[in-house]
């Protein structure tokens, strides 16, 4: 399977783009600069913004968005071809106060930074403290990320996987108190053979029992009379491919389970058409830990049907305070299940 | 290989079962009621009952049976081949007074539920509050479960596996005290070319560092006189092939160990006999979060002989306060190891 | 691949060895006295000594060692090749004293042992107070150990693999107080085609947030005007193959992430040359509870070039206080990357 525009549009953000070239809202003709000589030339520059969102909670948060006014927690998903070398303009907007009320380690310089896990970077994008590589509030900086494909020869392997960038600085040389703020986002590497979904949806279980950055009912903004369909409001329609990328960080452990679905525990979820694809175990239950992600591919509903199916950690505690959501899939005409939602019960004391 | 009556035999209960058919204790003809259209018809029907367990400890115990009167915790273990489909009717014996004590929310229905990880099942089957899947006191409901093929040419799943049952209502929405207090049971799909165990052992980790409900030494009701076979009485001759089913619930982390034997980390435990099998790591000791479920076969005692082999927790504090049994293995002929059990240091203080 | 004399050699321990043979130092020939029939003839016998450090730090730290006086933690690391069985000698030199004040559990004896994971041992091998393997002060014990090869025709599993090797009485019967005073080790086992790496690093995390029992800035004495090559101070030039041995140990969860390098979910980080390596998960961050170990090989520095990469726990709380260390990437000539060492920053507050 060739790349397909498609899937080359989809990395620019969740809105509609009018080009794809210089001057499009969040990409530009990438510069040569500061690139490393064993990369590629950069394919794309992508603009992302650490801002502070004020309105979010009573807690401080911080978001990355493709603009100022689109961030959002989890961030912007970043989609990248094996093979594809891209930049990343980080403009921090947060401000010093902020960055001085968050610090819990007086070592650590106020500023903010872009960590990625799986592609390869250099130390000059490395977004940690120690390699001088992030961001003083109203500065920018220039990340160069290359992933690398596998050269099976060599036993080398390659970057397609689920994936995800984070703040390295806030608070702590850890970042910490940039993760607990919502400066986190999903990176996904795609194999040019990989299937595209309909859809991709963004779980990320944090400390505080926390689903990106809320819970329930605050996880699930789903209304059947208008099911929009974000990080807040998991929609399918019976059949279609959805894709679910899932990332662990803060300090504790969680298990990721998804009612009425189950997928292969390998790169993919999907099973590969050899016979001793027999051998992978197949999963709904998933134990990550901070700094884990994976994710997967499943036919919305297949054989369970359309319905409103649970999304939690099954840590019976975590559950309970609300690490909760719901993978509303409807019927193949996409409509959606009978009943009012959510039903009398499950709106309260999860 | 093609599938044996005695594999479809064990899916009955640890008992002598005199005839395959209906009117046979717990199995029945199945009737096509409320099956979804995309399921083939059930092979069986399965009488499963919550009960209460008023002399199992000093806490609230309740679990399920095939019979009131044989109620155990864990559960009754539960097979099926891949391809099938079967139907549990579950009766709720469980008072409304103890389901009204062990609740923690308020907005949580008295009743009880059978949520399964793995199968196939539609939202009536899924044993939630919101679904409306669940059964009150003196009530009866019948679940339906499809272990549906792989497909590999559409990248699809099967569900061969070790997976787990579980109440998903008691004490709250996630059925916390349900867990807490017994209502759980093994799984098994089977492949129709998988190799068939000489005896199935389940094991399941939870909260307060207990196994199977218990605490060693109450995990160990081995006795070499007369080693009978149980879920506290984990024996085997050398030679034999042995199936461990673990299972881990609540809200803690577990690893799961066991001596004087290894096995793949893959679907079975067991090794396909393909040169890229190699690849594949080879365990004795796993991580496992609440929700997950894994299984694996042995050889008992192979190159390691007979003895009294421990199988524990590994984190410290778990193994410390109980959560150990032992796996004890014969010699060929069965005679037990020489030496006394316990011997006189092991059965104190762990 | 066969064997080399250097993969036996490395087998020794970290200091030269004049000769291969009986009278080197931790090498003899080796008795068959005590040697389970099924196992071929040991190949080697190992000697090691269990230790007090009295000046390791404030707490009380007991090491394993070659020699009383090369007592380490983590021990040395012993290396196996698949096929071989060999024979360990324990001597314990730790005082009656110390065991006691250790002691928190008064039906357990006062002793130390060696538990391995991974390969194959009789009961008289397993390390265990109720199978009476132990070792009391003054006294010695041979362990001997098998690394059964794989027979994919009958499914059995080998041997080889990242394991590790523990005391399991110091304390409680499960050598709880033991591993926390430093009684642990690597335990590689080699299939003879697999690569062999220039340098082997052992990260073994623990509690407290330790790394090898020591916090950062102890977990790194790197020095760029003199880079010896330890578990405390982990150096390469770029391009080096480079494996590294991780273990968890106590009784907390870890994650263990390393920056710059990713590595595949197999057996051995490396992927295999076949199509279907493709589904093979990529990974730079895994879970690991206690008891669990792994190991990969990566090429240093392999497109991300030469400089301080951070290797730590992803909880965020563990990294936050200490349970961090770097690996140093020289470039391909040997030269340490530009810039002082540690920056300013970097040395505090971690």
């Given at each position: 399977?060739?790349?397909?525009?498609?899937?080359?549009?989809?990395?620019?953000?969740?809105?509609?783009?009018?080009?794809?070239?210089?001057?499009?809202?969040?990409?530009?003709?990438?510069?040569?600069?500061?690139?490393?000589?064993?990369?590629?030339?950069?394919?794309?520059?992508?603009?992302?913004?650490?801002?502070?969102?004020?309105?979010?909670?009573?807690?401080k948060?911080?978001?990355?968005?493709?603009?100022?006014?689109?961030?959002?927690?989890?961030?912007?998903?970043?989609?990248?071809?094996?093979?594809?070398?891209?930049?990343?303009?980080?403009?921090?907007?947060v401000?010093a106060e902020t960055l001085e009320a968050l610090r819990t380690d007086e070592h650590t310089p106020l500023g903010v930074?872009?960590?990625?896990?799986?592609?390869?970077?250099?130390?000059?994008?490395?977004?940690?403290v120690?390699?001088?590589?992030?961001?003083?509030?109203?500065?920018?900086?220039?990340?160069?990320?290359?992933?690398?494909?596998?050269?099976?020869?060599?036993?080398?392997?390659?970057?397609?996987?689920?994936?995800?960038?984070?703040?390295?600085v806030v608070g702590t040389q850890?970042g910490t108190a940039g993760?607990?703020a919502?400066?986190?986002?999903?990176?996904?590497?795609?194999?040019?053979?990989?299937?595209?979904?309909?859809?991709?949806?963004?779980?990320?279980?944090?400390?505080?029992?926390?689903?990106?950055?809320?819970?329930?009912?605050?996880?699930?903004?789903?209304?059947?009379?208008?099911?929009?369909?974000?990080?807040?409001?998991?929609?399918?329609?019976?059949?279609?491919?959805?894709?679910?990328?899932?990332?662990?960080?803060?300090?504790?452990?969680?298990?990721?389970?998804?009612?009425?679905?189950?997928?292969?525990?390998?790169?993919?979820?999907?099973?590969?058409?050899?016979?001793?694809?027999?051998?992978?175990?197949?999963?709904?239950?998933?134990?990550?830990?901070?700094?884990?992600?994976?994710?997967?591919?499943?036919?919305?509903?297949?054989?369970?049907?359309?319905?409103?199916?649970?999304?939690?950690?099954?840590?019976?505690?975590?559950?309970?305070?609300?690490?909760?959501?719901?993978?509303?899939?409807?019927?193949?005409?996409?409509?959606?299940?009978?009943?009012?939602?959510?039903?009398?019960?499950?709106?309260?004391?999860?």
């Open positions: 399977m060739t790349p397909t525009r498609r899937a080359v549009l989809r990395g620019l953000g969740a809105g509609p783009v009018a080009a794809l070239g210089a001057g499009a809202v969040g990409i530009e003709a990438a510069s040569a600069a500061d690139v490393p000589a064993s990369f590629p030339a950069p394919s794309r520059r992508i603009q992302l913004y650490a801002v502070e969102l004020p309105d979010y909670s009573n807690e948060r911080i978001g990355y968005g493709r603009t100022p006014e689109s961030a959002s927690i989890p961030g912007p998903t970043i989609e990248m071809l094996e093979g594809e070398c891209i930049e990343i303009v980080l403009h921090n907007e401000s930074s872009l960590h990625a896990h799986g592609v390869r970077y250099d130390q000059a994008s490395d977004g940690t120690h390699s001088d590589s992030w961001v003083a509030p109203g500065e920018s900086r220039t990340y160069v990320w290359y992933a690398r494909p596998a050269n099976r020869a060599k036993g080398i392997v390659g970057t397609a996987g689920y994936w995800w960038y984070h703040d390295h850890h993760l607990a919502g400066l986190f986002g999903a990176l996904i590497v795609r194999r040019r053979s990989d299937p595209l979904p309909a859809h991709t949806y963004v779980t990320a279980f944090g400390d505080a029992m926390e689903l990106n950055a809320r819970r329930y009912p605050d996880t699930d903004t789903y209304d059947p009379a208008d099911p929009v369909r974000s990080n807040t409001s998991l929609v399918a329609n019976q059949g279609e491919r959805i894709e679910f990328v899932n990332i662990a960080l803060g300090s504790e452990l969680h298990t990721w389970h998804l009612h009425g679905h189950t997928w292969a525990d390998n790169r993919t979820g999907v099973l590969a058409d050899v016979p001793w694809a027999d051998d992978v175990a197949v999963i709904d239950n998933k134990t990550i830990g901070p700094g884990d992600s994976f994710g997967f591919q499943v036919i919305a509903g297949d054989m369970s049907g359309p319905g409103h199916w649970m999304l939690h950690c099954h840590l019976q505690t975590h559950s309970d305070m609300g690490m909760v959501t719901f993978f509303h899939v409807h019927d193949r005409q996409g409509r959606p299940p009978a009943g009012e939602w959510p039903p009398p019960h499950a709106g309260h004391g999860m």
